[in-house]
Nanobody
């Protein structure tokens, strides 16, 4: 069993920044797992935002490119999502995800609200 725990969400004005964290219960599993951040807005499907491989190769979707950065710390078993220049359309619940042993593991989600 792998547990993922997100933190760092909150309410920020447009143009603000937040840093999300996702701690994985097993550092051994974390070290061999690609990690992703997803988000889901009310009435919309959950969508992929960013991903990072075990060796640190990172990708983000076009809608957040230049604003969001995904990183990981294998020693800490934690993946981060640095979000800058936030827009109202970034408002969503953000989820951490990994696939291990053909099982999808999700965190409980952290709410990000961008509003003045």
């Amino acid at each position: 069993q792998v547990e993922l725990v997100e933190s760092g969400g909150g309410l920020v004005p447009p143009g603000g920044s937040l840093r999300l964290s996702c701690a994985v219960s097993s550092r051994t599993i974390f070290a061999i797992s690609t990690m992703q951040w997803y988000r889901q807005s009310p009435g919309k499907q959950r969508e992929l935002v960013a991903g990072i491989t075990t060796v640190g190769h990172a990708n983000v979707v076009d809608s957040v490119k230049g604003r969001f950065t995904i990183t990981r710390d294998n020693a800490e078993g934690t993946v981060y999502l640095q979000m800058n220049s936030l827009k109202p359309e970034d408002t969503a619940v953000y989820y951490c995800h990994t696939l291990y042993g053909n099982i999808n593991y999700w965190g409980q989600g952290t709410q990000v609200t961008v509003s003045s």
